[in-house]
């Protein structure tokens, strides 16, 4: 059953000839070969177009004005063709058995709406620096439960995860019907673009399949969004963050939950990233909407912490 699962991986990539070859590579070299690798390149002024158009099928290049990483990731989707859809970064790479154990556990819970997993933190020297799971609170319960590969989050679990994720967008799988309907990534956010589309994944999916092996490397790099700009990384987070409130308002009680302790940390993390900057006074307007957004003695803790700087 899992050689008929089909996946098509979309690799958004702006500028990437330095890494783009690695990571059309790590998907060829899959053990459950992809039906197709889409790169959409996002408007480069380098090398990056040539290098994907070299390869040839299953490797297919999509061109487009630069638009974000959104809207090259929403291109690919739309002219995808397989069922189910991959992501992959151009500066991040899968290990060969990604694929394969997405498929296998799929076959195995047919049920799930969607597959993420654990993954490995590298540096730029491709050196192992911690496991993604082992990095979040329920990451280490979910590596106690269920068997050696696979574990299942159910609904109650996702409070948790929207909170503070251990996949990735490299990590994520989901079907491409699911993905349009959601509208697929949000324009207009540089960064937690990913962590967008997770939240509103989670309130409409009843379980979803984890597995348990590292099936990806996450490059850090210091040219990143978050670490080149780290003040405008924090804007666009609690931004990305707020534009959520009227949907999750909808949503359970643990939903509900995992997201005001999600905005209560993008809001601390804000107010740090001003205080560094010697704003004090806009790190203080940064936290103070906790008092109604998400009232609670850990949010005047935090209040009470960018208060004495």
């Not at 890494?19 to 390149?41: C, F, G, K, W, Y």
């Not at 290990?95 to 195995?108: F, M």
């Not at 324009?187 to 967008?196: M, P, Q, S």
């Not at 092996?213 to 780290?230: E, G, K």
Request: glycine share 6%; with cysteine.
């Amino acid at each position: 059953m899992t050689d008929k699962l089909d996946i098509s991986v979309v690799i958004a990539v702006y500028n990437g000839e330095k890494t783009l070859a690695r990571a059309i590579d790590s998907v060829l070299e899959q053990t459950h070969p992809a039906r197709e690798i889409i790169v959409v390149d996002d408007g480069s002024t380098d090398a990056t177009a040539g290098i994907a158009a070299a390869y040839g099928p299953p490797v297919f290049l999509l061109q487009q004005p630069n638009r974000g990483v959104s809207a090259a990731r929403n291109a690919g989707v739309e002219a995808a063709q397989g069922e189910w859809i991959a992501f992959l970064d151009a500066d991040d790479y899968y290990y060969p058995q990604r694929l394969g154990l997405t498929a296998e556990l799929i076959a195995e819970y047919p049920e799930v709406d969607f597959v993420t997993a654990d993954f490995d933190f590298r540096d730029e020297n491709d050196r192992r620096l911690r496991r993604s799971m082992d990095s979040t609170v329920l990451g280490k319960k979910l590596l106690k439960r269920g068997d050696d590969r696979f574990v299942l989050m159910e609904a109650s679990d996702f409070g948790d995860f929207i909170e503070d994720h251990f996949g990735d967008t490299h990590t994520l799988t989901l079907p491409k019907e699911t993905f349009m309907d959601l509208g697929g990534y949000p324009d207009g956010f540089a960064v937690c673009e990913d962590v967008h589309l997770l939240i509103r994944l989670c309130t409409r999916s009843c379980m979803a399949g984890v597995v348990k092996t590292p099936v990806a490397a996450y490059v850090i790099h210091p040219h990143s969004a978050t670490r080149s700009q780290p003040l405008r990384a924090q804007r666009q987070t609690v931004a990305a963050w707020c534009s959520l409130k009227p949907l999750l308002a909808k949503s359970s009680p643990a939903l509900k939950g995992g997201f005001r302790n999600g905005l209560r940390r993008a809001r601390f993390n804000l107010a740090v990233a001003l205080l560094r900057s010697a704003r004090g006074k806009e790190a203080l307007q940064a936290v103070l909407p906790l008092l109604f957004e998400a009232p609670s003695i850990s949010s005047l803790k935090i209040i009470a912490s960018v208060l004495k700087g």
